[in-house]
């Protein structure tokens, strides 16, 4: 069974530019979840997507936003780079809500994609 | 509001050795769960282990086992005979399960290394 996926694994950008990242989940997993890594704040949440719609959302900027596809594939965008965005953008996947605290809740990670602003 | 707590930034241990790395949690949801993560090097963040709120035994996963003391609000992770691959950052996570408080709150981590 494959793993989520997440594309590019590494990019470099400038102040200013914009960049998309993205995810595959697991397949027959419908919930997708973006966090954002870095050694100063940590693992923070981002937002939250189930059958396309953004269930949840984190306390960052408008700058960032994201999507769900039909497929459960997601992408999430930064726009306007700053330098603080530097970081380890980790997407996660699970079966969705519902499930109560039953182990079928558990967030499958990919490998991430680090982003590096110049 | 969910909150967890790492109180170990780092630890030493000997290879063959177990080790306990401690979390506590704050929530007042009675619904939730709580998610043991490893991270090594590479960044990916690797699922270890799971206790669910309602669960009346303690969860276990190989090497791998949750003391979860629900009334202290303590989650620890115990790694039994420790191997070098362990090193690593472990976190410890929560989820609650009332819409709206469904997001994954990590702890700051610890860095744990194996020493041979």
């Known amino acids: 069974k494959a793993g989520v996926t997440q594309t590019p694994r590494y990019l470099i950008k400038t102040r200013g530019q914009q960049v998309t990242l993205s995810c595959s989940p697991i397949?027959?997993?419908?919930?997708v979840s973006w966090y954002q890594q870095t050694p100063g704040q940590g693992l923070q949440f981002l937002f939250e997507y189930f059958s396309e719609t953004q269930r949840n959302k984190g306390n960052f900027p408008g700058r960032f936003s994201g999507r769900q596809f039909s497929n459960s594939r997601s992408e999430m965008n930064v726009s306007t780079l700053e330098l603080g965005d530097s970081a380890l953008y980790l997407c996660?996947?699970?079966?969705?809500?519902?499930?109560?605290?039953?182990?079928?809740?558990?967030?499958?990670f990919g490998a991430g994609s680090r982003l590096t602003v110049l | 509001a969910q909150k967890i707590t790492q109180t170990q930034p780092g630890m030493f241990v000997q290879e063959k050795e177990a080790v306990t790395l401690d979390c506590t949690y704050d929530t007042s949801d009675p619904s939730y769960g709580l998610f043991w993560y490893k991270q090594p090097s590479s960044g990916e963040m690797i699922f270890l282990i799971y206790?669910?709120?309602?669960?009346?035994q303690n969860a276990t996963e190989g090497r791998y086992s949750l003391n979860f003391q629900k009334a202290r609000k303590s989650a620890n992770l115990v790694i039994s005979a420790s191997q070098l691959g362990d090193s690593a950052m472990y976190f410890c996570a929560m989820r609650a399960f009332s819409f709206g408080n469904e997001k994954l709150t990590f702890g700051t981590g610890t860095r744990l290394t194996i020493i041979p």
């Open positions: 397949s027959g997993h419908r919930s």
């Open positions: 206790q669910g709120s309602y669960d009346q």
């Open positions: 996660a996947s699970s079966l969705g809500p519902g499930q109560g605290p039953s182990g079928a809740n558990v967030l499958t």
